[in-house]
Nanobody
Framework: QVPLVESGGGLVQAGGSLRLSCAASGRTFSTYAMGWFRQPPGKEREFVAAISRGGSITYYADSVKGRFTISRDNAKNMVFLQMNSLKPEDGAVYYC????????????????WGQGTQVTVSS
């Protein structure tokens, strides 16, 4: 378990951009793969993006590929999600997640969750 705290959510117009951040506590951040999930209103939580421990491997959901970019800074214990060309259907609570491997995160195997940050996209 690693404590995770998201920030950067908010209200944005369709076509706009937001950058989500997730801060992790502890000295073992670089040993975790990291990811982002989201839960739209009335729907189940879904995978968005994942990044390997060193940052060389990334995975994206088809719905965000080409618009979202996940990155990490192991020196600062941070992971980011740059979201461009936002659509109303991207509105959701976004959760940061940590796991043992990016591929396992992509399949929903998560060790730690953040508390979530709300993203609202107006049309």
């Amino acid at each position: 378990q690693v404590p995770l705290v998201e920030s950067g959510g908010g209200l944005v117009q369709a076509g706009g951009s937001l950058r989500l951040s997730c801060a992790a506590s502890g000295r073992t951040f670089s040993t975790y793969a990291m990811g982002w999930f989201r839960q739209p209103p009335g729907k189940e939580r879904e995978f968005v993006a994942a990044i390997s421990r060193g940052g060389s491997i990334t995975y994206y959901a088809d719905s965000v590929k080409g618009r979202f970019t996940i990155s990490r800074d192991n020196a600062k214990n941070m992971v980011f999600l740059q979201m461009n060309s936002l659509k109303p259907e991207d509105g959701a609570v976004y959760y940061c997640a940590a796991g043992t491997a990016a591929d396992r995160l992509r399949h929903g195997v998560v060790g730690s969750w953040g508390q979530g940050t709300q993203v609202t996209v107006s049309s």
